[in-house]
T-cell receptor, first 114, second 108 residues
Framework: NAGVMQNPRHLVRRRGQEARLRCSPM?????VYWYRQLPEEGLKFMVY????????ESGMPKERFSAEFPKEGPSILRIQQVVRGDSAAYFC????????????FGQGTRLTVV | KNEVEQSPQNLTAQEGEFITINCSYS?????LHWLQQHPGGGIVSLFM???GKKKHGRLIATINIQEKHSSLHITASHPRDSAVYIC??????????FGTGTRLKVLA
């Protein structure tokens, strides 16, 4: 049973480009969470999704950031027109249920904006 | 003040030492999660607990709900234990709130 898979592991984008980060949850998991880890800071919640639904996006910047978790395929975190301040590690986690059940984390995608 | 505070922020130990990392929180929680992160690496789950104590190998985690405090202990520490240890609480039904981590270095 593979764990949470994120790709790419490393992504370099020039300012103004788009970044697409992918997350495949563990088998049987229908709840996905995205977190951002800025350099030298702790992880911060961004968004919580279930299949085809955004449950809570209170941690997402209002502009340029969007997330989806389609019926088929991985969850996607999309950052449009990236800026240097978007450089961070983005972690995805999944859980079988919501409601305080244990979440399992992926390896993260390290985004560098140059 | 952060809702989840860890101490110490940095810790250097000699191989074989007993290590304790502390976590205090100020919010109501349904569970607490100890995580491990190696430099440049992913995040690994160590323990999830809502009461009492759990043990796995050389690792022990305890939680005191009344005092809003948890500790992670490492017995007979080893250089491969060097990592960042993160305390996270689940507040409400699903939202993780993370501490800033404790950076542990174990010297041979």
């Amino acid at each position: 049973n593979a764990g949470v898979m994120q790709n790419p592991r490393h992504l370099v984008r020039r300012r103004g480009q788009e970044a697409r980060l992918r997350c495949s949850p563990m088998k049987g998991h229908s709840h996905v969470y995205w977190y951002r880890q800025l350099p030298e800071e702790g992880l911060k919640f961004m968004v919580y999704l279930q299949k085809e639904n955004i449950i809570d996006e209170s941690g997402m910047p209002k502009e340029r950031f969007s997330a989806e978790f389609p019926k088929e395929g991985p969850s996607i975190l999309r950052i449009q027109q990236v800026v240097r301040g978007d450089s961070a590690a983005y972690f995805c986690a999944s859980s079988r249920q919501g409601g305080g059940t244990e979440a399992f984390f992926g390896q993260g995608t390290r985004l560098t904006v140059v | 003040k952060n809702e989840v505070e860890q101490s110490p922020q940095n810790l250097t130990a000699q191989e074989g030492e007993f290590i304790t990392i502390n976590c205090s929180y100020s919010v109501g929680i349904s569970a607490l999660h100890w995580l491990q992160q190696h430099p440049g690496g992913g995040i690994v789950s160590l323990f999830m607990l809502s009461s009492g104590k759990k043990k796995h190998g050389r690792l022990i985690a305890t939680i005191n709900i009344q005092e809003k405090h948890s500790s992670l202990h490492i017995t007979a520490s080893h250089p491969r234990d060097s990592a960042v240890y993160i305390c996270a609480v689940i507040s409400g039904t699903y939202k993780y709130i993370f501490g800033t981590g404790t950076r542990l270095k174990v010297l041979a």
